[in-house]
Nanobody, 125 residues
Framework: QVQLIESGGGLVQAGGSLRLSCTAS????????MAWFRQAPGEDRSAVAT????????VYEDSMKGRFSISRDNAKNTVYLQMNSLKAEDTAVYYC??????????????????WGQGTQVTVAS
C-alpha cells in the first residue's frame, strides 16, 4: 500500500518561511518523479514544483521561482519543499504527489498516481 505522508504545514506571518516534508512508503521511491501541488478554496489544484527521479531536474510554477525550493533525499524516501518569503496568496492545502509518467517531471495532476492527504499552509498578512 502506497502512502505519502506530508508534514510541516501551519500558520506563518507574511514574509516568513516553512519547510514541508513528504515521506513515501510502499513504492520504489527512486522510480518516481515527485511533486508538490496546492489547492486554495474555490480553485483548481495546481503545480508548485516538481523534481525528477534523481533530483537532477526541477520545474517551478513561475510565481514560486526564487522563493520556493524542492529537493529530495532518496535515502530517506522523502521530498521537501522549502518555502521562503511567503505571501498571503500562498495560503492553500499543499499536496505531495508521486508519478512515473515521462522522462521529465510533469506539472499535470493526472500524470501523478499517488497523493498525500495534504497539509494546510496559512499565511497571515
Amino acid at each position: 500500500q502506497v502512502q505519502l505522508i506530508e508534514s510541516g504545514g501551519g500558520l506563518v506571518q507574511a514574509g516568513g518561511s516553512l519547510r514541508l516534508s513528504c515521506t513515501a512508503s510502499g513504492l520504489t521511491f527512486t522510480a518516481y518523479h515527485m511533486a508538490w501541488f496546492r489547492q486554495a478554496p474555490g480553485e483548481d489544484r495546481s503545480a508548485v514544483a516538481t523534481i525528477s527521479r534523481s533530483g537532477e531536474f526541477t520545474v517551478y510554477e513561475d510565481s514560486m521561482k526564487g522563493r520556493f525550493s524542492i529537493s529530495r533525499d532518496n535515502a530517506k524516501n522523502t521530498v521537501y519543499l522549502q518555502m521562503n518569503s511567503l505571501k498571503a496568496e500562498d495560503t492553500a492545502v499543499y499536496y505531495c504527489a508521486a508519478g512515473q509518467w515521462g522522462t521529465y517531471p510533469s506539472q499535470v495532476p493526472s500524470t501523478f498516481a499517488h497523493w498525500g492527504q495534504g497539509t494546510q499552509v496559512t499565511v497571515a498578512s
